[in-house]
């Protein structure tokens, strides 16, 4: 867990931006495709200059997600990756798997009412329009999803 500061108190929004960034790039995941970026691709500074980082609640919950999406891939670098941390007693615990793979959150919500918040959102693939993602031990995993065939390539 990562200390925010100020106890049990209110923290602010750029404090918990701040605190979950730093945690971010000190993941497993980040920092594997950190070493990609710059061993072979000869990349220069972070692999992700400006991860975005939303502060989002479903009025019980406050989670912290930050996401980082770069390159293009097909013979180029590509990367991308999601942390999603929740404000614990003034503490930022990671609750998605230090390696999770990218997903652009757009809610967070208790769909089922057992006290564990749910993400809604879009991943990176070219098939899925929007999925809801469920936490358990090891991460979100995609538990409903609205896709459509995809047959080609990427490229």
């Known amino acids: 867990a990562v200390g925010l500061g100020g ?5 602010s929004a750029a404090a918990s931006e701040a605190a979950a960034l730093a945690a971010f ?3 497993p995941g ?6 990609e970026y710059a061993g072979t691709y000869d990349g220069k500074g972070a692999w992700s200059a400006q991860p975005k980082v939303q502060v989002m609640t479903d009025g019980t919950h406050r989670l912290v997600v930050v996401s980082a999406k770069e390159g293009t891939g097909c013979a180029e ?7 999603v941390f929740e404000e614990v007693r003034g503490k930022l615990e990671l609750r998605s798997s230090d390696n999770q793979a990218y ?5 967070v919500v208790d769909l ?3 006290g564990v918040a749910e993400l809604v959102g879009t991943p990176d693939d070219f098939s899925t329009l929007s ?6 031990a090891s ?12 047959n080609d390539c990427g490229c």
């Open 7 to 11: 106890g049990d108190a209110e923290v």
């Open 25 to 27: 790039r000190k993941l």
């Open 30 to 35: 980040y920092l594997a495709i950190q070493r």
């Open 77 to 83: 670098f590509y990367g991308a990756l999601t942390a």
């Open 103 to 107: 997903l652009a959150v757009q809610l």
């Open 112 to 114: 089922e009412g057992d």
């Open 131 to 136: 999925t809801v993602m469920k936490r358990d």
């Open 139 to 150: 991460g979100y995993s995609s538990v409903r999803s609205l896709s459509f065939p995809f």
